[in-house]
């Protein structure tokens, strides 16, 4: 049996926790522990996570910088994770479906795969839908699963494949592995997995992921929003690409 473990992070006073953790005890699967790192927390954001059974860690990163921070908060939670197979990640704010963790272990029963990532409806601050899902801001060839590790890597590196609140990792072999400053670390660990060639896309959606005001983080994209945009991303793209490709040198 493929055992899991569900990580979570949380900031502040991350005022959609209650329902995040509403939606993780209706999965139609259990997982076995359940782990959060709390970033400067408030009010009863840690009184919340223990009454649903998560050993709550306080966030150690000395970073100032967002998305460094971020990508500490979950390294730090993945290493406090027991020896699992695989690592659920999720958000201080989305909605999970029921049968997300049961849909990522049954991919992850093949050990072919070291990161899974899926799709999600995406919705605004009050719980509206929008009109645009993941797969639609973060597109991915269909043949991904079947094609050629370095041509997929080739698209990586130009383009977002992977949000960590819909997917799941291989917890053995990512958890003593580093995390270079100045990523995201489901940007990173995609690029790696993808590297190995053990990167899967999955096209089902998992969870309802809020987009919240002023958002940056998440939804970074590669998005052609206006013409000066898309022609200043391709002009910066070779060079970009090219540091991207070195950062990935021995991994």
Do not use: C
Request: hydrophobic fraction near 45%; charge should be neutral.
């Amino acid at each position: 049996m493929t055992t899991s473990a569900i990580v979570l992070t949380a900031h502040a006073h991350a005022p959609h926790l209650g329902q995040t953790l509403a939606s993780i005890e209706t999965q139609t699967v259990s997982s076995h522990s359940r782990v959060a790192v709390v970033d400067r927390p408030i009010g009863n954001t840690v009184d919340l996570l223990v009454e649903h059974g998560f050993t709550v860690h306080y966030s150690t990163s000395a970073a100032a910088e967002a998305t460094t921070r971020i990508a500490h908060n979950f390294r730090q939670a993945l290493r406090a994770t027991p020896a699992v197979d695989v690592v659920v990640l999720g958000d201080h704010d989305d909605i999970w479906h029921p049968t997300r963790v049961e849909r990522h272990l049954s991919i992850m029963q093949d050990p072919r795969w070291l990161m899974t990532a899926a799709d999600a409806v995406l919705i605004d601050e009050s719980g509206a839908k929008r009109a645009d899902t993941l797969r639609a801001i973060f597109p991915v060839p269909l043949d991904w699963n079947s094609a050629a590790a370095s041509r997929n890597l080739f698209y990586a590196l130009r383009h977002s494949i992977a949000t960590g609140g819909a997917s799941a990792i291989r917890r053995d072999f990512f958890v003593d592995r580093r995390l270079p400053d100045g990523w995201l670390h489901d940007r990173w660990w995609s690029l790696v997995a993808t590297k190995h060639g053990a990167m899967h896309i999955d096209d089902h959606r998992v969870i309802d992921y809020r987009v919240a005001t002023g958002q940056h983080a998440g939804l970074t994209t590669n998005r052609q929003d206006s013409p000066a945009a898309w022609l200043t991303l391709k002009a910066t793209a070779v060079p970009r690409t090219a540091r991207r490709a070195f950062a990935l040198l021995g991994e």
